[in-house]
């Protein structure tokens, strides 16, 4: 029998979630929004636990 334990990478939450960095200088009209100035980047499947969420040993 495996012991699973938590993601240290994820802990637990299975993805990792992007970045968002804002600057005024990017700000742009989106027409259902109103004005965007953030760019983030997508969140990814934890790559250490493959989106499991925990690792086995």
Do not use: L
Request: glycine share 8%.
């Amino acid at each position: 029998m495996t012991s699973q334990k938590i993601c240290p990478t994820c802990k637990g939450k299975k993805i990792i979630v992007g970045n968002c960095e804002c600057n005024a200088e990017w700000r742009s009209m989106d027409s259902e929004n109103g004005f965007d100035d953030c760019q983030c980047e997508p969140d990814v499947e934890c790559p250490e636990c493959k989106g499991k969420g925990y690792k086995e040993d």
